[in-house]
């Protein structure tokens, strides 16, 4: 509405409506309102003249008797999304507008008594001697499990009695929902990042990474009810999207390959490439969508982002039909960021980067900044979008105050040193009989984990060679013989599962042992391998005695 046109609004405000002070400030700068504070006043003011808005609380608006009101006002509140009603000190409904009457037998009785309550509260807080009664606010359940509010304000006469309770309800299942929902982001939000210092310092890389998978399918699962979904994390190096956590989805989606590409790599790829959610409503109709679970009819895909860079995406399915809407998506994107938030930091901290506490932990909290305030963001826009439903408005500011808590959580985590297994030992000489001569191949390329692997092994008299990605390994294992291969999973030119199925094509005796650095299993590497003989798996970091056992027993084995 133009500046001009509301210029010309009369406007009527009762009492000190709850619609902020700015709006007040505003709409009293901009249009011409007369304000009054007694809804006898207003009553008075309705029928001198006419009036084309009236802004008051709901509850404020409707003390009267339905002779007394001008034909204005009762059509307003005819009209009114509201059930609006009079009800006496029995509990007798005596005047109702058509939005009341349409509700069901159980939901008036609900109302009448809310009434009958009031009015006995009102009496008792009248022989205390206070002179202005407000309403109260309750809330039922019916028995189709719909919510609904209903405000009860005792009508006081010129005499300073209480004759009877107005009422006004409506349905509020769907703010009850987002109120679920918002409650429900909060907790899964806490949930991810919510990590024991004592419990997480204890456990290896693996084991974190499964505490931290275990969460995420109990959040999504329990708390969003989203049974169908999977998370894919996108390699850089390669724009593929490798799946890293399903739920409900088919066995084979491992094996399907897609690419953060906006066309040809279905419903995924468009979202990884162009940043943005997708929902999509029904799936047979949409061209991009490929198939994933059994009979699916609709889906939801957002995508994960860090320091605004897409890194993977989040997507789930649903056997109905429209089954997501607007604010999925909005709680949907919310939960991704924590998702995102929650991979990093385990990236970080399994990912050998710097031998100080100090600079890791300042590492960690640096990355960490960014995406936080973004969900804070995120936070505070839901926040503008529900003025008016204080609850929800609470909730949401309940959520900001945790994140922010689990900031501090997660700078105590990051101020303990990592288990690395670079070590100033790492180049001392010793000597080992089972180690000293045997030869090794190490094929990693993140250069401080094959360098430091390097110097140890060297020290301990192994005959090392070196490869910084999977090319130069598969070069290497056909050309000269190894007494066993050391490969990370995750390599440029060949993956650790084609350098494995190399090294047993040269000699099946030779043992192979696999290294991740994000604990994840691209393509069931680990799981084909083992069952073609893989000898161990080793998840960054690695100390330099673990790392030192392993090669013992997989050449040990070999012996036998």
Known sequence: MTTSGVNQLHVLMLGEPDCGEEFIRWIDSHAQVEHVHTFEAALQALRAEPFDLIISQAADFIPFHGVHISGQAAAILDGVSQGVGIVDESGNLEWANPKLLSFSEEIRKHVCDCCVKTFKWARKEAKAGLSHIRGRRFSFMTENNRCFEATATPVIDLHNRITEVAAVVWDATNAKRLQDRIDAIDRAGRELLSLDVQQFSRLDTHERLALLEQKILRCTRELLHFDNFEIRILDKKTNKLELVLMSGMPEDAHEVEVFAVAEGNGICGYVAARGRSYICPDVKNDPRYRPGIADAHSSLTVPLILHEQVVGVANFENTKLAAFNEND??????FARYITLAFNILDMLVTERHTTTGRLGSDVMAEITEPLNDILTDVENLVEDYIGH????HRLRQMSENVVRIRETI?????????????????????????????????????IIRETVCDVL???????????????ALELVAAQPFDLVLSDIKMPGSDGYQVFA??????PDTPVILTTGFGYDPNHAIVRARREGLASVLFKP???????????????????
């Not at 204080?390 to 408005?393: H, I, K, T």
Request: one cysteine or more; a neutral charge.
């Open 411 to 447: 700078k105590e985590i990051t101020s303990r040193k990592p288990a690395l297994i670079g070590s100033k030992s790492s180049k001392t000489k010793r000597t080992d009989p089972e180690l000293e001569g045997k030869r090794i191949l190490v094929a990693d390329d993140e250069d």
């Open 542 to 560: 690695f100390k330099v005695d673990q790392l030192l056992s392993e090669i013992r027993m997989a050449l040990a084995s070999k012996e036998k």
């Open 458 to 472: 060297s020290g301990y008299g192994c005959l090392v060679s070196s490869a910084a990605d999977g090319a130069v």
């Open 502 to 507: 190399a090294a047993k094509d040269a000699n």
């Open 329 to 334: 998506r909005q709680f949907a994107e919310i």
């Open 390 to 393: 204080d609850d929800l408005r």
